[in-house]
């Protein structure tokens, strides 16, 4: 492993000890061998639809802090498209600019969380056009007995 690479080791291991203490996301591993691919759950954002959902996304954090993952959502929420990179605006790999470098890991899944409920302007690549209630809703059930080959188990999670 290269210097560079231990370096940016340092910053995601801090920052996974700082997700530990925040309640609404929880990082997982799928690769033990691969610190730099996140697996993370986190809860759909208050007084919407979403609420009481928990949604799994999977970060590529290759080029990370210096440019953004690739961000991809892996269960169905009414809001994204599953396992298609989501472009968001200077958050994510396939639309970087504007991404400041440092950009907190849970501050981009925040961002991913908020904008589920987003009215209009539905972004870009990834985002689902037009919200469907009785989708989100159907999903939003779904979504806490979701299970991940990472580990995650929404069942127990966030009780
Ligand atoms: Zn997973």
Redesign the pocket.
């Known amino acids: 492993m290269t210097n560079v690479e231990q370096t940016r080791m340092k910053i995601l291991a801090k920052q996974f000890g700082d997700m530990k203490k925040n309640h609404n996301m929880i990082a997982?591993f799928?690769d033990k061998m691969n610190p730099f691919n996140w697996?993370?759950?986190f809860k759909g954002p208050v007084d919407s639809d979403f609420q009481g959902g928990i949604y799994?996304c999977?970060l590529k954090l290759t080029n990370y802090p210096d440019k953004p993952p690739e961000i991809k959502i892996?269960n169905e929420s009414g809001a994204y498209h599953v396992n298609q990179a989501l472009c968001i605006h200077g958050l994510s790999a396939n639309n970087p600019q504007d991404w400041t470098p440092g950009t907190q890991i849970s501050t981009i899944v925040e961002a991913l969380s908020m904008y589920m409920n987003l009215r209009t302007d539905r972004g870009g690549l990834g985002f689902i056009k037009v919200l469907n209630q009785e989708a989100i809703k159907k999903h939003r059930d779904a979504s806490i007995k979701f299970k991940?080959?990472?580990?995650?188990d929404h069942s127990t999670l966030f009780k």
């Open positions: 997982f799928p697996h993370i759950s799994h999977q892996m991940c080959s990472c580990g995650a």
